[in-house]
């Protein structure tokens, strides 16, 4: 492994040692490079993850789309239909 020193914030120290101290890791350093690596993995899969839905979207016939006539109407339907479901209202769709 290529240790190098790099300087950290106290937060983000803290919040290392927090981590070592409940037993998720052995050290600092592991703690440092353990959440690392969680986040890039969360990265990775959330990219995965966008990238099957615009594959599948992309796939959709062309006469399947729907017209979008004015971007700022998209964007309130978007967020209308964005609080409808943080209310618990589910889309009436199969």
Known sequence: MNKQAIPLGA????????????GDYDDVSAAITGEL??????REDEAL???AVLRSRLSMPVT?????????????A????????EQGIT???P
């Not at 690596?37 to 969360?42: E, I, P, Q, S, T």
């Open 11 to 22: 937060g983000a120290l803290a919040y290392a040692a927090e981590l070592v101290a409940r």
């Open 37 to 42: 690596d969680r986040a890039k993995a969360l």
């Open 49 to 51: 993850g966008l990238s």
């Open 64 to 76: 399947e789309w729907s017209p979008v006539s004015d971007v700022d109407d998209l964007t309130k």
């Open 78 to 85: 978007a967020l209308r239909h964005i609080d409808r479901l």
């Open 91 to 93: 889309p009436d769709r």
